[in-house]
């Protein structure tokens, strides 16, 4: 494990070390309950877009640009712009998802 070293109110230093703990450990799941709940709108949203796109041209975004015609319009490089930035946040926000998921897993193993 490591060590991650947290400024807190001086009286909040001072109570019980098992309180203090379980307190710390209460906000974090808190916290990450609330962000896995946001992340979790953000991912449905990013796939909504990324889903559309390759219902729109029947294929992934890597084939996209790799058959995108030097000539290609600018509806199709607006395009490519934007199926590439969701496709960036969807797999941004997987990751994120994915350590929240874990965060609560561990905190909730050490409240059992």
Known sequence: M?????TVPDKLSKIDPDLRDKLLAGAIREVASVQL???EEELKE??????EFEDK???KLEHFEKDLPEDAD???HEDLVEWSFWS???VKVQ???KDLRF???KTNEGNS
Do not use: F
């Open 37 to 39: 709940r946001e992340k």
């Open 88 to 90: 960036d946040v969807l």
């Open 57 to 59: 041209y029947k294929k």
């Open 103 to 105: 965060v609560l897993a």
């Open 95 to 97: 990751g994120l998802v």
């Open 2 to 6: 490591a060590k991650v070293e947290l």
């Open 46 to 51: 990013a796939k909504k877009h990324v889903l």
């Open 74 to 76: 600018y509806k199709l």
